[in-house]
């Protein structure tokens, strides 16, 4: 059977880095695909793998308190900042 679809460009994208990854015809991909959400049409939507940033310690401020910018700035770069 041959349709017409509109595919949001993000899954356009999936598709396509998928399409080429597998070496397969977008048609093959599409179809792959459809089958296997039809296939579960009541599972729960897979939830982002969690990922962490582990903390890293930056020192002491070596500018004590910013009460301004152009202070900051100063402190930064020195007086010919300007």
Known sequence: MRTTLTIDDDIAAALERLRRAEDKSLKELVNETLRRGLERPNAPARKPKRSWTRPVSLGRCLIGDIVSVSEAIA????????
């Open 75 to 82: 402190l930064g770069e020195g007086e010919d900042h300007k």
